[in-house]
């Protein structure tokens, strides 16, 4: 079960970092956004002038979701984990699934360009949960 919490502390720091990017860095909008909308930014502005601020908030509500959870994955991570609680392997999974999952899958269909950063990050989870399933 070390190997898992140790698996499970890095995917947690490594998901605490991306919230800490959309909290304090994330722009409310990225090229590909742009790209996907098919739309320059002054169109975007022209049509909807206040989107950028309300994404903006936006954003921060998400990355403060993000580290506070992850926050909670490594201290999991820390504590149940090497303790052999198969409950915490159980909420851990779900955890990984419901978050890195659909993260990493939304962003292929948008066909993003953090999309296989973000599949390595819900690679590293699922890989996490079938070290801890088979320790």
Same mark, same amino acid.
């Given at each position: 079960?070390?190997?898992?919490?140790?698996?499970?502390?890095?995917?947690?720091?490594?998901?605490?970092?991306?919230?800490?990017?959309?909290?304090?860095?994330?722009?409310?909008?990225?090229?590909?956004?742009?790209?996907?909308?098919?739309?320059?930014?002054?169109?975007?502005?022209?049509?909807?002038?206040?989107?950028?601020?309300?994404?903006?908030?936006?954003?921060?509500?998400?990355?403060?979701?993000?580290?506070?959870?992850?926050? $909670?994955?490594?201290?999991?991570?820390?504590?149940?984990? #090497?303790?052999?609680? /198969?409950? !915490?392997? @159980?909420?851990?999974? &779900? +955890?990984?699934?419901?978050?890195?999952?659909?993260?990493? $899958?939304?962003?292929?269909?948008?066909?993003?360009?953090? #999309?296989?950063?973000? /599949?390595? !990050?819900? @690679?590293?989870?699922? &890989? +996490?949960?079938?070290?801890?399933?088979?320790?």
């Amino acid at each position: 079960m070390i190997a898992a919490a140790w698996l499970f502390g890095v995917g947690g720091a490594i998901l605490v970092g991306i919230g800490g990017f959309f909290l304090l860095a994330r722009p409310a909008l990225l090229p590909e956004d742009l790209r996907y909308l098919r739309r320059t930014a002054g169109e975007i502005d022209a049509a909807v002038p206040s989107l950028r601020e309300w994404l903006r908030l936006v954003f921060i509500v998400l990355g403060g979701y993000a580290v506070a959870t992850r926050t $909670l994955t490594i201290y999991l991570a820390a504590t149940d984990i #090497r303790n052999a609680e /198969s409950s !915490a392997v @159980a909420v851990l999974a &779900v +955890a990984g699934a419901s978050s890195s999952g659909v993260m990493a $899958l939304v962003n292929f269909a948008l066909h993003s360009t953090f #999309r296989w950063l973000l /599949s390595a !990050a819900a @690679a590293l989870w699922i &890989v +996490a949960t079938l070290v801890a399933v088979v320790s």
